[in-house]
């Protein structure tokens, strides 16, 4: 049902002959939750005032309730809408009361963004940013071994629940339980999770979760989820600040206030929420339900993996003990690049402690793969290895996985050169 | 040339029978400018790491060269797009380093999302708010009196170029000027200026100007543009912070530092920016120029004006003794409330000392205006007086100003009741 034919009648926005592998980094967006997407900014257009004042917070509330209730599992009065996970981690980083001092506790593999906020806080408020280093592959114990190391006398802890690159999922349900033991605020950065994990921030009760709709709910972009701990609705503002402002000193905190607050606060396109309702119906009808999205996806990364590893047998998946990093519908591959130099009898080293030629030769070929094979599989080079990623979705088969290493091993050669003779 | 034909030709998003005097508050498109948008929407999606990887500087740059050459008159350098006017307004608020004590000097006609950014940062930093009441109608050099003596001592100034309700054009070239004696950085929210007046930010050199680019200039939603001086381009970060996060003590700031920090910071809808080169077109093309525009909306305006004078005697024009304070394509008129009960034989009267009646009749009729007449003109209750707004633009005629003038006679005797017999 799935795979190629399912992508040639369902996901048609995308160009002949992209044969997209990283669907981690964008999304995409099926075309009848897009044709739908296109019909509500037509909407707005019709009649601004009447969408402004009349349907904008329907259709907002309506959105909120439908993720909270399928996918977030939590009161949807503790949950707000934002444009993307780096909205939603600086909304929070920049609304709490932070004094001099105050520890910001993060992995090593924290994405870049929220990071660089953090940076800025301890710049302008003297924070105090604290790195957890997480040099994987590494045992869920010893994630959480690591933070608990930090967390007391921490004032926040900001970790993923799958990181971005390599993408591997972390124990972040156990250190959320670490942070209320040591009164440590959680910041959960889950910008890959709904609709690829499941989650119930309800039992959960983290302080705060965020969560990109647009990459695997497949939602057009740029539409994200806040969740937001009921003891910090009178904490959290929006960002930007706007009309919608609550000073808790000054008005009651309710039950409605988060939706108050962040329903409307700015001119902007508000169609990615409306269509959220189409991206779970059309998961639900045309898709058959999370479960079947699921089993095909994760059943592909795992053959994935398999068809990189016969072609490169040096290559290893990215894993521990019990696979609790591979999130499903992603892998990563860990490959010796002295191991490629001799399959490929490549012609030139790379020097790996040479970071401006690491970097040259990287977005060279990182250009390479995207324009000549069309076909962009997120890698980096690291400590003498290549790390790659693959996405896996409902509109791929195993040949994409085929294609893609081909295409990497052809990059190889053009950029690197080829010696016949040479054996090393 | 203009009016209902051009409307049926080029504004075909609006639903029939919608009769729109409110450009002021959300802009409308021209069709053929939504079509490119559309347009630009599919081009991300058809190859997403392409657009982001390849495309989405390029076209970024060049909208801001258009929009720097054509309209700010400025080195496009020192220009940021952001996504409203709100958004440039905080950018620049929660970006600069305050201290407890600073005072930040408004007008009490400044925007009220602006306002909460203000009482934001008094709350958590302790900056000091001090508001410049504005009593209009008011002649230039009161408003600039009124500036005087509270900026010296004061580190920022947030003014507008015109001000939301009443719509008046506020003299802020000369209150950038004073600011520039005084010390004082300049913060200008001329939400509504581009397409609307000229500028020419390159000779003013205030510290930062923000400017809604899909209201007057026909830009899709949302979209703004935001001058920062180059003296700031250190100091001013993203809304979001996010990977282009540039820390001036690191790194060196050079002519590009603010092109490579706000280009991209978070996945989003981007096809407004593209659009903005064909909302430029389409005012040189289609409507002949930014004189031609702004010929025909300033006659409209003074003939709406006249119209509803001619129905209503006892109102007037808000307006000084140049006129200085009418802004191209928005009048305001001010309607004794009590004339309107004996013009109109009202039953109820309004009691102007209770908030509570009076926000519940302003609701009440400005829905039945929206609902029943499909015709919103901004109103409020003011000191026993209406002041109502009309933004009149290449789409209206006059019959729209009687149309909306009549339609609001209706909602009065619908809401307050007719007494045939009484005079007052």
Redesign the interface.
Known sequence: MFGHEFRDKYFT???DG?L?V?HG?????PTPV?DKY?QY??N???????Y???EQLPEYTEALQLISDKYLHCDYHNVALV??A??G???VL?SL?FNKGDRIVMASTVY??CY??V??LA??IGIVPVVVDLPYPLEDEEVVARFAKELPGSKLALFDAITLMPGVRVPFEKLTKLCKKHGVISLIDGAHSIGLIELDLGTLAPDFYVT?L?KWLYV???CAALYVNPQYHGEI?T?????S?I?E?VEPIVDDSLISKFHF?????FA?IASIKDAIEFREKTCGGEDAIAQYCQDLSFKSAKLAIAKWPFAQLLTNRHNSVIPPSMVNLIIPFKDLVSHYQLATLLDFNNKEALDKAHDAI??ML??DY?S?APFLFHNGEVWMRFSCQIYNELSDYDYVTNAFGHCLKKYFGVTPTLKL
């Not at 980094?25 to 967006?29: D, I, L, Q, V």
């Open positions: 926005l995308l160009e992209v997209s990283n980094s964008y999304g995409h967006t897009f296109v900014i037509r707005e257009y019709a009649y601004p005032d009447r402004m004042l009349r444009e993307n780096t909205t981690v600086n909304t920049r009361k870049g963004s660089n906020t940076r800025f710049k302008r990109n647009h057009p972009r740029g503002q960002m930007p600040i706007s009309h402002y000073d000193d606060i700015g001119t902007v396109n990615s990182d250009i995207m324009d069309k962009r």
